[in-house]
């Protein structure tokens, strides 16, 4: 069953984006990995959405290439109800 991973945390712009290079998974994509979304806000809060196939692919993925480069902040894990992507999605891709 698909999960919705909430991060929220102190992380810079510039921190999330060293981290997103570093780890690259705009262009290794980490199995079950299905949608991510980054905002802050202005206490310099990283507020991020995912969903992963599978605990178990979130887990896997946090372990072998998060922990390594990044302790995350704050995060809670919720089994989806539904999960949906609308057409406009590709627009906002990377």
Same mark, same amino acid.
């Given at each position: 069953?698909p999960?919705?991973a909430?991060?929220t945390?102190k992380?810079?712009? =510039?921190?999330?984006d060293?981290?997103? @290079?570093e780890v690259?998974?705009?262009?290794?994509?980490? %199995?079950?990995?299905?949608?991510? %979304?980054a905002s802050?806000?202005?206490?310099g @809060?990283?507020?991020?959405?995912?969903?992963?196939?599978?605990?178990e692919?979130?887990n896997a993925f946090?372990q072998g290439?998060?922990?390594p480069a990044?302790a995350?902040?704050s995060?809670?894990?919720y089994?989806? @109800?539904?999960?949906? =992507?609308?057409s =406009?999605?590709?627009?906002?891709?990377?």
């Amino acid at each position: 069953m698909p999960v919705l991973a909430l991060f929220t945390g102190k992380l810079t712009k =510039a921190q999330y984006d060293l981290l997103r @290079h570093e780890v690259d998974w705009e262009n290794k994509h980490p %199995a079950g990995g299905i949608f991510h %979304a980054a905002s802050f806000d202005d206490d310099g @809060h990283v507020h991020v959405a995912d969903v992963w196939a599978s605990a178990e692919d979130l887990n896997a993925f946090a372990q072998g290439h998060l922990m390594p480069a990044f302790a995350p902040p704050s995060v809670t894990v919720y089994p989806t @109800h539904k999960v949906l =992507a609308y057409s =406009a999605i590709g627009k906002f891709q990377v």
